[in-house]
């Protein structure tokens, strides 16, 4: 099996912000990293998941949203994917997550939290992330990444590659 593109970044450096991990078929994965991984607390599950119920609502009535093709979270907690066809800067992404942060720190409720519309509705919290939502608009804001490092694998021979 080989190592797929995503774990060869360098996580230990990594910091918040929005990055593309893939470009392929005319899809670009867009990585918005919330949290610094390892490095600080990962989004708690259920602000991670009214974080996607209320990303997608914005992301797929927005002005771009002929174009979004998927929004979801990262397994390991600390952000979230978006994929879209069309060709998409970080930039572009970068202002559009903006606006859909605002709109989030608007919301008195999160969509879709019923027994027929998601299949674990009680695991929401919207005051936690709303919180998420707010620090991670001001980082988007006044402390932008969006250059992945990638990792040094050290083969058993001593030569050293990195998979970009
Ligand atoms: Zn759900």
């Given at each position: 099996m080989e190592v797929i593109q995503?774990?060869?970044?360098?996580?230990?450096?990594l910091n918040p912000g929005i990055y593309v991990s893939r470009i392929d078929k005319g899809f670009t994965t867009f990585d918005l990293r919330i949290t610094a991984p390892n490095r600080e607390p990962a989004v708690a599950p259920a602000a991670m998941h009214s974080l996607e119920h209320l990303m997608a609502t914005w992301f797929r009535n927005s002005s771009a949203k002929d174009d979004v093709v998927y929004v979801g979270p990262m397994g390991c907690m600390t952000g979230m994917y978006v994929i879209m066809t069309g060709n998409y800067t970080v930039e572009d992404m970068r202002s559009l997550t903006i606006e859909c942060l605002e709109w989030v720190l608007k919301q008195k409720e999160v969509p879709a939290t019923t027994p027929a519309t998601c299949?674990?509705?009680?695991?929401?919290?919207l005051p936690m992330c709303q919180w998420e939502s707010r620090r991670y608009l001001d980082r988007l804001r006044n402390d932008f990444h969006s250059e992945y490092t990638p990792l040094q694998v050290s083969l058993p021979d001593g030569k050293v590659f990195a998979d970009a």
């Open positions: 995503s774990f060869t970044i360098d996580h230990t450096c299949g674990n509705y009680l695991l929401h919290d």
